[in-house]
């Protein structure tokens, strides 16, 4: 191998382990997206399971700040969630696009590499080739004689 074609296959290695590297991240992010769509569902079931004193029953003050106050962070829960789960779908995203590029990167040198190499093939071929016919030459020199 030439000295380009090892550098070039030591930037593949550092690729490879790159590309490895985000398909981890993204397998972490889709893991967080399930989690927050979980904590998000658990969020809108409680908040769905309130117990909200019925128009018209009588209440004093106290209970009534009580129970706005419980409907409050309720639903300051519900919209962490969502917010969390948003954040997390869009890290997941991000994850999937690095991935993408990560992956253009690594096949795009995969082909370098393999243009060299078969290059090189060639290269031998048609040494092999000329020493074939310098030897078929000499033969036939030889029988001339």
């Not at 909200?52 to 004093?60: A, F, I, R, T």
């Not at 106290?62 to 890290?91: C, I, K, N, P």
């Not at 992956?103 to 093939?121: D, I, K, Q, Y």
């Amino acid at each position: 191998m030439s000295a380009r074609t090892d550098r070039l296959a030591t930037v593949l290695r550092v690729r490879t382990i790159q590309e490895e590297q985000r398909r981890g991240d993204l397998a972490r992010a889709a893991a967080a997206q399930g989690r927050a769509a979980e904590a998000a569902a658990e969020a809108a079931a409680r908040y769905g399971a309130r117990d909200v004193c019925g128009v018209g029953v009588p209440l004093d003050t106290a209970t009534f700040l009580a129970t706005r106050q419980a409907e409050t962070r309720r639903a300051d829960g519900v919209s962490a969630a969502a917010g969390e789960h948003a954040l997390a779908e869009g890290e997941t995203e991000r994850s999937r696009a690095l991935l993408a590029e990560a992956r253009t990167r690594t096949s795009g040198l995969e082909r370098v590499l393999e243009r060299a190499a078969e290059e090189r093939r060639l290269e031998l071929l048609a040494a092999d080739q000329a020493v074939a016919e310098e030897s078929g030459r000499a033969r036939k020199g030889e029988g001339e004689r």
